[in-house]
C-alpha cells in the first residue's frame, strides 16, 4: 500500500508566479490535510477537505490560497501570485473514514519564491 | 486561543539511555494526542497516539503519559538509539463529534540527537 504522495517535491517559483501543489492519499482515504511548516517551526493547519468538500478552511489566507479535492484525482493547493514569504514546506495528510486524528503524511513540497 | 508546546527545544543523549520529551498545552478540551518523529527533509511520521480517557499508552520502546490535571503530555523513548535522532512534535486534536476528529495543532518540536 503506497503512502501519501505529493508532487513535486520541490518546486521554485518567481515572486507572482502559481505554485500548484498536489497530493495523492493513501488507497481507502478519503480525508486530506494540509499545513505548511516554517524553518524551525511546527506545522500549522491551513485546510481539511473529503471528496469535493471543504471541511475546515481556518488556517488558509484568505487571498491567493485555495484548495481542492475533487472526485477524481489528487488534492491541490494553489497558491497565487506567489510571494516570498510563502516559502516554506508544504505537507499532505490523509486519514481513513471517518477523518481520524491519526493522520499520514507525505514527504513535503518544498516551495522556493526567488 | 489553544496551544501546544514543549518545555526543551533539544535534548541529547547517549545511546543506551531513556529519552523523555515533554510537551504541555492549553486547551482543557483536548481530546486526543499524538506524538510525530520528523527527518531531515522528510514528513512527519506517526508514533503514537492517546486519547483523553487513558492516561498511558505503551508501543515498542515507546511510551505516552497524559496528565490531564496539568495538562501534560510526554513522551518515552526507551534504549534510545542513534536512529531515533531527529525532531519530535506533539499534536492535539478536538472532538469533532461520532469517531471523527480534526485538524491537528503541532507544538513547536523538540530536537532529540542520541549520540553513539
Known amino acids: 500500500n503506497a503512502g501519501v504522495m505529493q508532487n513535486p517535491r520541490h518546486l521554485v517559483r518567481r515572486r507572482g508566479q502559481e505554485a500548484r501543489l498536489r497530493c495523492s492519499p493513501m488507497?481507502?482515504?478519503?480525508?486530506v490535510y494540509w499545513y505548511r511548516q516554517l524553518p524551525e517551526e511546527g506545522l500549522k493547519f491551513m485546510v481539511y477537505?473529503?471528496?469535493?468538500?471543504?471541511?475546515?478552511e481556518s488556517g488558509m489566507p484568505k487571498e491567493r490560497f485555495s484548495a481542492e479535492f475533487p472526485k477524481e484525482g489528487p488534492s491541490i493547493l494553489r497558491i497565487q501570485q506567489v510571494v516570498r514569504g510563502d516559502s516554506a514546506a508544504y505537507f499532505c495528510?490523509?486519514?481513513?473514514?471517518?477523518?481520524?486524528?491519526?493522520?499520514?503524511f507525505g514527504p513535503g513540497t518544498r516551495l522556493t519564491v526567488t | 486561543g489553544e496551544s501546544v508546546g514543549l518545555h526543551l527545544p533539544t535534548l541529547s543523549v547517549q545511546e543506551g539511555d531513556n529519552s523523555i520529551i515533554n510537551c504541555a498545552y492549553s486547551?482543557?478540551?483536548?481530546?486526543?494526542f499524538i506524538w510525530y518523529k520528523q527527518e531531515s527533509g522528510k514528513g512527519p511520521q506517526f508514533i503514537i497516539d492517546?486519547?483523553?480517557?487513558?492516561d498511558k499508552r505503551q508501543g515498542q520502546r515507546v511510551t505516552v503519559l497524559l496528565n490531564k490535571t496539568v495538562k501534560h503530555l510526554s513522551l518515552q523513548i526507551a534504549a534510545t538509539q542513534p536512529g531515533d535522532s531527529a525532531v519530535y512534535f506533539c499534536?492535539?486534536?478536538?472532538?469533532?463529534?461520532?469517531?471523527?476528529?480534526?485538524?491537528?495543532?503541532f507544538g513547536q518540536g523538540t530536537i532529540l540527537t542520541v549520540h553513539p
Open positions: 495528510a490523509s486519514s481513513p473514514p471517518p477523518g481520524t486524528g491519526e493522520q499520514y
Open positions: 488507497k481507502g482515504h478519503s480525508h
Open positions: 477537505l473529503q471528496k469535493e468538500n471543504i471541511i475546515d
Open positions: 486547551n482543557s478540551a483536548s481530546d486526543y
Open positions: 492517546i486519547r483523553s480517557n487513558m
Open positions: 499534536a492535539e486534536a478536538p472532538w469533532a463529534g461520532g469517531t471523527s476528529y480534526g485538524k491537528l495543532t
